[in-house]
C-alpha cells in the first residue's frame, strides 16, 4: 500500500500544485532529477540495493541512504534542487530597477560605460549591484555601453620597467572633454611605466609648454624626480633639425637641445623618444578610458571650463590610481625627492641669457626692456624666465627682478599699459603657449 502511494497520480499532483504555491517554485524535473528520482524509487521498492544505486548515481552510498530517508520523509519534490524556485541572488528588485534606469536617464549618460556606471550607482547612491546583472538590464532596456573593442593588433610587447619612477610615458591627447563645447582640448599626462599609477594631468588649450610643465611640477612634487622620460617626437621636447645658436655654443653645449631637455638634464632625468604610439602603449590606453570617463565626471559635476576642470583633477588623480593602479614588480622606488636648494619656479621656465647694457637694458626678439631696479647690473649676464606662472622676469643671483618692456621692434617707444601687458603676454604666449607639437 504505501510502496503505491509513492507513485500514485494524485499524490504528485498535490507535490507538483504545493511547490507551485509555495512561492512559484519549478514544478517540472530535469532529466538528472528524474533519473535520481526513479533510482531512489528503486532503492525503496527493493528492485535495486544501495551499492547499485550508488555506482548509477556516481554518489557515495551514505548519500544515497540519505536520499532515501528524503523522499520517504518528503516525497518526490525532494529530489529536486533546493535552491529550486528561489530568486538568484543577481536578481534586481523592480525598485531597484527602476531607480537606476531614473538615474541613467537623469544624468543623461550615454556616453558612460557600464562599468563607470556600476561605480557611480555604488560611489553616489549606494547601490550595490554585480556588473553582470548591470549590463543585462540596461541592454535589456536598450542602453548600450559606448566602449568600442577594436580589432587587437600584435605587437612585440615591451616589458615594464619593475619599480616605480625608473620610467614614467608622457604624452598629449587633444578631445572633446565637454559636453556643452564642441571644441577639443589637450590634455598631458605623465603614467608609470611600472605601477600604472598617473603622476599627473594638466588640460589647456592645445598641447604646449605650459601644460608639460605643469605636470612635470605635479610629479616632482607629489612623487619625486623619475630616472627617465618616454616621449614622442614633439619640439617641446626633441629638436627638429635646430642648428645650435652663438649663445649656446659659447656655453659649451655641444648638440641641438630643447628647453624642456636642458630642465631635465639639470636633475639628472633621461628623456628617451619613442619611436611610435603602440611603444607608449601604457598612456596611450590611459587615453582611451580617460576619454570616456572625464567627459562624464565632468558632465555629474558640471564642470564646463579648462580652469574648472583642473581644480578636478587634483582630487581625480587619487581616486583614479586606487582604482587603475598596480604593484611593481620591486618595491624598492626609483623616485628621488626633489633637492631643496632646487627653485621650481625658476627651474620650470623658459629661460634667454642676455647682457645688460648701461642703461640697464636689454633685448629680447627686437622688443627692449628695461629692469625695473636701482641697481646698476651694467654687463652683467642675466638669465629672462618667461613661464605661465611667473610671467615675464628676470633672474640674477638668486634674485627676481620685474622687466617692463620700453619699445618694440620698430623701436617705437611704449607708454601704454595695455600694450606693456599685450607684449608681456606675447612673450608667454609664443614660448609657453603656442602649439608646438610636430609628428613624430
Excluded at 507535490?15 to 533519473?35: C, H, I, P, Q, S
Excluded at 617707444?413 to 603657449?433: G, H, M, R, T, W
Aim: aromatic share 10%; net charge positive.
Amino acid at each position: 500500500m504505501n510502496n503505491l502511494w509513492y507513485d500514485h497520480p494524485i499524490k504528485l499532483i498535490y507535490e507538483k500544485f504545493t511547490l507551485w504555491y509555495n512561492g512559484g517554485m519549478r514544478t517540472v524535473m530535469k532529466d538528472k532529477e528524474e533519473l535520481k528520482k526513479a533510482v531512489i524509487e528503486s532503492c525503496i521498492n527493493g528492485t535495486m540495493t544501495i551499492k547499485v544505486a550508488a555506482d548509477r548515481l556516481n554518489f557515495s552510498e551514505r548519500y544515497v541512504k540519505k536520499l532515501k530517508a528524503r523522499y520517504k520523509k518528503y516525497g518526490a519534490s525532494s529530489m529536486m534542487h533546493g535552491n529550486c524556485g528561489k530568486q538568484p541572488k543577481h536578481t534586481i528588485s523592480a525598485d531597484i530597477k527602476s531607480k537606476i534606469w531614473e538615474i541613467w536617464n537623469i544624468l543623461e549618460l550615454e556616453e558612460c560605460n557600464f562599468t563607470h556606471f556600476q561605480e557611480i550607482l555604488e560611489e553616489d547612491y549606494n547601490i550595490k549591484i554585480s556588473y553582470t546583472a548591470l549590463s543585462n538590464f540596461l541592454k535589456a532596456k536598450g542602453a548600450k555601453s559606448p566602449r568600442k573593442h577594436k580589432k587587437a593588433k600584435t605587437h612585440n610587447r615591451r616589458q615594464e620597467r619593475p619599480s616605480a619612477g625608473e620610467l614614467l610615458q608622457v604624452d598629449g591627447t587633444p578631445h572633446q572633454f565637454f559636453y556643452c563645447d564642441p571644441k577639443e582640448y589637450c590634455l598631458h599626462g605623465f603614467i608609470d611605466d611600472a605601477t600604472h599609477q598617473v603622476t599627473g594631468l594638466y588640460m589647456c588649450e592645445n598641447e604646449c609648454m605650459h601644460g608639460y610643465l605643469e605636470v612635470t611640477r605635479q610629479t616632482f612634487k607629489n612623487f619625486g624626480v623619475p630616472l627617465a622620460l618616454y616621449a614622442d617626437g614633439s619640439s617641446i621636447f626633441f629638436p627638429k633639425d635646430k642648428k645650435l645658436t652663438i649663445e649656446e655654443q659659447l656655453a659649451g653645449i655641444t648638440e641641438p637641445t630643447t628647453q624642456y631637455s636642458r630642465m631635465m638634464k639639470f636633475l639628472g632625468v633621461e628623456l628617451i623618444h619613442a619611436g611610435s604610439s603602440q611603444a607608449k602603449g601604457r598612456i596611450e590606453r590611459l587615453w582611451n578610458t580617460l576619454h570616456d570617463r572625464l567627459r562624464t565626471e565632468f558632465r555629474r559635476h558640471n564642470i564646463t571650463t579648462i580652469e574648472e576642470a583642473n581644480k578636478f583633477l587634483k582630487t581625480y588623480i587619487p581616486e583614479f590610481n586606487k582604482k587603475f593602479a598596480i604593484e611593481p614588480k620591486n618595491k624598492a622606488t626609483s623616485f628621488m625627492e626633489l633637492p631643496e636648494y632646487v627653485n621650481l619656479d625658476y627651474l620650470l621656465s623658459v629661460k634667454y641669457t642676455r647682457t645688460v647694457d648701461v642703461s640697464n637694458c636689454i633685448s629680447i626678439s627686437g622688443t627692449t626692456f628695461v629692469i625695473d631696479t636701482k641697481e646698476i647690473l651694467h654687463k652683467k649676464k642675466i638669465e629672462v624666465c618667461i613661464s605661465k606662472r611667473i610671467g615675464l622676469k628676470a633672474h640674477f643671483n638668486n634674485r627676481w627682478y620685474k622687466i617692463i618692456p620700453i619699445s618694440n621692434s620698430n623701436n617705437k617707444s611704449l607708454k601704454s599699459n595695455d600694450s606693456i601687458e599685450a607684449i608681456i603676454q606675447q612673450f608667454i604666449y609664443y614660448n609657453c603657449l603656442k602649439n608646438e607639437r610636430l609628428s613624430a
